[in-house]
C-alpha cells in the first residue's frame, strides 16, 4: 500500500479508541461521536485494508489476525507520533504551565493517562505532555520535567521520590480462567504470554516460578515485544500474563482481566518520580510532582478470590 492510498488517518485513531478502550461505546464517549460513527469508521478502515480487522462472531468482537497486526503498527505509530509532539512542545516551551513527563508506554497507558482527568479536575491551568518509551528507563533528555521509573530508585540525575511498591501476579481473561479451572490445568501448562523486553528489571515467567516457588512452565507461548501488545493479547483471551499491578489494577477493577490463584510476587524494584534540579522551582513541575507524589504508598493490590 502506496502512501497515497493510506487510510485517512483519523480512522486509525478511531480505531485505537476503540481497542484501548475496550468497547464501541467507550471509544464513543471518548471521541464525542455516536456509537454508529465509530462502527462505521471501523468498517471504513476494513475496506481500506481489504481484510476485516473485528470477528464479529464473538461476544465482544475480538481481533482477527489483521487486527492484531494493525493494532501493533498503529500502537507503535501512534506512540511515535505522542512522542514527537511532546518534543515539539518541549522546543516551543510557549506556555510556564506545561510540564512534560517521560515514562514506558505501558506506564502511559495503563497508570498515567487515566489518572490524569482527576489532576486536571484540580489542576487545570496545567497542561500535561507525556513523552513515552516502548521500554526501560526514560532518560533525562532536554525538555523532558519530570521523569517515572521503574527500579532501584539509584539514580544520580535528579531528586528521586518514591511513588508506589509494584506486585505480580498472574491474570488473564475472565473465561479463560473458567476453561484453566474446568480443565485444572495446572501452572506449568498454562497458555502463557511473554514480553520480550531486554530488561534485567523486567520479570519473566521463569523468573515468578522460582521466585515463588513453582514448576517451571513447559512451552514457549505467544511473545510480544511490549507490554501492551501482550496485555491486549490477555483482554482477547489469548493467554496468561504476568500482572503487573501499577499496569493491570484498573483493568482487573473493571472485570476486564481476572487474578489466578497464584502466589503474588512483590520485586524489589519500585516506581519513583526522578525531578531534574533544572526544572525543579518551575511551579507546574511542582504541582504535578506534589500531585504524583500523592500516590506514594497509596497504590494497593487488587485481591480477587
Known amino acids: 500500500m502506496s502512501a497515497q492510498r493510506l487510510p485517512p ?31 462505521q469508521a471501523i468498517k471504513s478502515l476494513e475496506t481500506h485494508i481489504g481484510a476485516p480487522l473485528l470477528d464479529r462472531s464473538t461476544r465482544p468482537p475480538t481481533l ?5 497486526i494493525l493494532q501493533r503498527a498503529v500502537t507503535e505509530g ?25 515514562c514506558s508506554v505501558g506506564t502511559a497507558t495503563y497508570w498515567l493517562m487515566p489518572r490524569l482527568t482527576e489532576f486536571y479536575g484540580a489542576h487545570g491551568d496545567v497542561s500535561v505532555n507525556v513523552m513515552t518509551t516502548a521500554q526501560g528507563t526514560p532518560p533525562i533528555t532536554p525538555g523532558i520535567d519530570l521523569a517515572i521509573r521503574y527500579g532501584l530508585g539509584n539514580w544520580t540525575d535528579g531528586r528521586v521520590l518514591t511513588l508506589f511498591a509494584e506486585s ?8 479463560l480462567r473458567q476453561r484453566v479451572q474446568e480443565a485444572g490445568q495446572g501452572f506449568d ?15 519473566s515467567w521463569r523468573d515468578y516460578a522460582r521466585a515463588v516457588g513453582l514448576p517451571e512452565p513447559r512451552g514457549t507461548g ?3 515485544t511490549n507490554y501492551v501488545q501482550a496485555t491486549q493479547a490477555a483482554l482477547d483471551g489469548h493467554g496468561v500474563m504476568l500482572g503487573w499491578e501499577s499496569n493491570t489494577s484498573d483493568l482487573i477493577r ?40 500523592g500516590f506514594a504508598g497509596s497504590e494497593r493490590p487488587v485481591v480477587q478470590g
Open 168 to 175: 505480580v501476579v498472574p491474570v488473564c481473561h475472565p473465561s
Open 9 to 39: 488517518l483519523r480512522l486509525f485513531a478511531v480505531f485505537e479508541a476503540v481497542l484501548r478502550s475496550g468497547s464501541p461505546q467507550r471509544a464513543a464517549a471518548e471521541l464525542n461521536v455516536s456509537q454508529p460513527a465509530i462502527s
Open 254 to 293: 473493571r472485570g476486564r482481566l481476572v487474578v489466578l490463584p497464584f502466589p503474588r510476587l512483590q520485586p524489589k524494584e519500585a516506581f519513583y518520580l526522578v525531578i531534574p534540579p533544572h526544572r525543579a522551582d518551575q511551579p507546574a513541575v511542582r504541582t504535578l510532582a506534589d500531585w504524583l507524589s
Open 78 to 102: 501512534l506512540g511515535r507520533i505522542t512522542e514527537a509532539i511532546a518534543q515539539i512542545h518541549a522546543m516551543q516551551r510557549v506556555s510556564p504551565g506545561s510540564v512534560t513527563v517521560a
Open 64 to 68: 482477527t489476525e489483521a487486527g492484531r
Open 222 to 224: 505467544r511473545s510480544f
Open 189 to 203: 501448562s498454562l497458555p502463557l504470554l511473554h514480553v520480550n523486553s531486554g530488561e534485567d528489571s523486567w520479570l
